[in-house]
């Protein structure tokens, strides 16, 4: 190593250690930044001392290739200055992102964007034009940061009909219902469902709804139609127009309000049969169903008690 390379090794603090530390917090490169832009940001930010060292060594550090990628790192104040060049160089690391299941496509959107996977605007222009709301399976997923939102959307909706039910062609024949129509019963099965075993008679529940024509009064509908889960609805409430609001439209929703993952589905294609007609919740998570109204009632007067 020449002279000089060598005073550098020894005192810009750019040796190719890397931290121990686990005490890391974030810094972003944006797209287009310069290097100088990027050497300024990380000595604002206490990474490195001295930007022109971070600049020489990313001049004349043998590399194949020399570009410092766009994304979100990790990165550690014990990090060297030679080993955050070459985190930079590696790229940011691939984003792991868990969807619940019944997030709504701007929950999603809000967290990829969070995890820097894709702008949350680019994601939902895609999702609305396409109607993909109910068609994203809620899952753990790896993504590269920066991923072009179609490639998300499609292993989203390939991971879908992997996990649909074997029968589901066949269950929506048998239900006299579309593709549309069960996913969207399904998506209000997620939301109203707490206890595994209660899915399928939910399902039931608003099957039967279904066939006399009564509205389904699905809270988890007017919950999506005020745009926000609320642990306690209003007579007001109840009352918003919208044409998700259960409670005022007959029939099912015009389309999902939610993402369901594969129990929900699976009971959306065998609902229970039953005789119930009636569901509210007991408040430890399960439900009190009731085939008449006065029972209903009565269900619900314990509940307050």
């Known amino acids: 190593m020449g002279g000089f390379l060598a005073v550098l090794w020894m005192f810009s ?7 121990d530390s686990s005490d890391r917090t974030p810094f972003r490169v944006e797209r287009g930044e310069s290097a100088h832009e990027i050497a300024r940001a990380l000595t604002q930010d206490g990474y490195i001392q001295r930007p022109w060292n971070f600049l020489i060594w990313l001049k004349v550090s043998p590399h194949q290739g020399r570009a ?4 979100l790192y990790m990165l550690s104040k014990s990090d060297t200055g030679y080993h955050i060049l070459q985190l930079l160089r590696a790229g940011p690391p691939k984003a792991r992102v868990t969807f619940p299941e019944g997030w709504t496509s701007p929950q999603m959107a809000a967290l990829l964007e969070a995890r820097n ?9 895609k ?39 074997a029968d589901w062609s066949a269950r929506q024949k048998a239900l006299h219902l579309s593709e549309k129509d069960l996913v969207t019963l399904a998506s209000i099965v997620e939301r109203e469902a707490r206890v595994p075993n209660e899915r399928p008679v939910i399902a039931g529940v608003f099957m039967n709804r279904l066939h006399k ?4 009064e699905s809270c988890a509908t007017v919950e999506y139609a005020l745009g926000q889960w609320k642990p306690r609805l ?17 029939g099912l929703p015009p389309g ?5 993952g594969a129990a929900a589905l699976a009971a959306a294609a065998h609902p229970a049969t039953t005789d119930m007609m009636f569901f509210v919740a007991a408040g430890d998570g399960t439900h009190r169903f009731s085939q008449y109204y006065k029972q209903h009632l009565d269900a619900q007067k314990k509940k307050k008690a």
């Open 213 to 216: 024509h009564w509205r389904l």
């Open 68 to 71: 410092i990628h766009p994304g």
């Open 117 to 125: 996977v894709v702008p949350a605007k680019a994601f939902l222009d």
């Open 256 to 260: 999902p309000i939610g993402n369901p």
């Open 127 to 165: 999702v609305q034009k396409e109607k993909l709301e109910g068609y994203l399976f809620p899952d753990t997923y790896t993504f590269d940061q920066n991923t072009d939102p179609d490639i998300v959307i499609k292993t989203l909706r390939k991971r879908f009909h992997q996990e649909l039910p």
């Open 13 to 19: 603090g750019c040796a190719s250690h890397a931290a």
């Open 234 to 250: 209003t007579y007001a409430d109840l009352n918003v127009q919208s044409p998700y609001n259960t409670y005022r439209h007959g």
